[in-house]
């Protein structure tokens, strides 16, 4: 049971540079979320989603872009990178039951 | 907005001893449930304990307990019998009827041998 699964795991961009971050859970979850994770700052809500084909901002989504296409994958986009987001991203899902999180491992981020 | 504030950056417990760790948050809203997470050096959060703000007794998992004085939105996790497994940081958190999912700055706990 592999649960939420982020890839990659570390990545290395420069400035300017795009990148996709993918998020899959096998849980059968509906909702699911990116946070960043900076020092000193917790986890900040990015985007989520409540649903297959629906996406809304969270707390800090400027830089960022999200799609729901499919009920088990969430993507996170950063179409022209910025060393601000520099940051440790995190993916969580869960059903509408008990309200628990089920994280990913996380993947670094470094733009340099 | 929904808030969650955690006013201790870093605590320090000795092993075998008892530690409170401190959570305000500030909603409008009525029915709502509130949440500490643990994450230990190996970056995976973990779920420690859930508390649903239509229930007034306090929920409790074995060492772990909280302290939810809805009047004064408050949300304390107390953690019995500290166990050197128990360093991490620990994250409070808040979520209502708008999905989303609202975390606070977060606790460093470090037990003592």
């Known amino acids: 049971n592999a649960g939420v699964t982020q890839t990659p795991k570390f990545r290395v961009l420069k400035t300017g540079q795009s990148m996709t971050l993918l998020c899959a859970q096998d849980?059968?979850?509906?909702?699911m979320y990116w946070y960043r994770q900076d020092p000193g700052m917790g986890l900040r809500l990015i985007h989520y989603?409540?649903?297959?084909?629906?996406?809304a901002k969270g707390e800090v989504p400027d830089g960022y872009n999200v799609s729901r296409l499919k009920k088990q994958n969430f993507l996170l986009g950063l179409e022209s990178a910025a060393p601000s987001q520099t940051s440790v991203y995190f993916c969580?899902?869960?059903?509408?039951?008990?309200?628990?999180?089920?994280f990913g491992e996380g993947s670094r981020l470094t733009v340099l | 907005a929904q808030t969650v504030t955690q006013s201790q950056p870093e605590m320090s417990v000795q092993e075998a001893e008892t530690v409170t760790l401190s959570c305000t948050y500030d909603?409008?809203?009525?029915?709502?449930?509130l949440f500490w997470y643990k994450q230990p050096p190996s970056r995976q959060m973990i779920l420690v304990i859930r508390?649903?703000?239509?229930?007034?007794q306090n929920a409790t998992e074995n060492r772990f307990s909280v302290n939810f004085q809805k009047a004064a939105k408050s949300f304390s996790l107390k953690i019995s019998d500290s166990q050197l497994g128990d360093t991490a940081m620990y994250f409070c958190?808040?979520?209502?009827?708008?999905?989303?999912?609202?975390f606070g700055t977060g606790t460093r706990l470090k037990v003592l041998a």
């Open positions: 969580a899902s869960r059903t509408g039951s008990t309200g628990e999180l089920f």
């Open positions: 958190a808040f979520m209502s009827g708008t999905y989303k999912y609202i």
């Open positions: 989603s409540v649903g297959e084909g629906t996406t």
């Open positions: 849980m059968n979850h509906e909702y």
């Open positions: 909603t409008s809203e009525s029915n709502y449930y």
């Open positions: 508390q649903e703000a239509y229930k007034q």
